[in-house]
């Protein structure tokens, strides 16, 4: 019964989590690089971000300073991999040439 309560509740708080970090990646991504990348490339995005951090938590979450450090330039990371930043080609990142110009821009 115990077991089942602890699955639940870390259930639930894996869905609250990937809902919330879906939202704010979708609505990062629209706001810093201005293109619809959709929803669905966030939610993976925010899936592969937790993995990365509940998995360099553990190896080495443990340290001070270091080990929160080293889990949140993980989830910056996999961030980066999915999105292009400031200065890299769209095509780095996978999504179509076209799709960072800003309508405003384009002719």
């Not at 639930?12 to 810093?32: E, K, N």
């Amino acid at each position: 019964m115990i077991l089942q309560a602890e699955a639940t509740g870390s259930l639930t708080v894996l869905l609250v989590s990937l809902i919330i970090g879906t939202a704010a990646i979708y609505a990062g991504a629209r706001l810093i690089i201005d293109a619809d990348t959709g929803i669905g490339r966030a939610a993976v995005t925010a899936l592969l971000g937790a993995l990365a951090w509940a998995l360099v938590s553990f190896f080495v979450g443990w340290i001070p300073f270091l080990g929160p450090l080293l889990t949140l330039v993980a989830w910056i990371g996999v961030i980066n991999w999915q999105y292009p930043g400031p200065g890299r080609p769209p095509q780095a990142s996978g999504l179509s040439p076209g799709s960072c110009r800003s309508p405003r821009l384009s002719r």
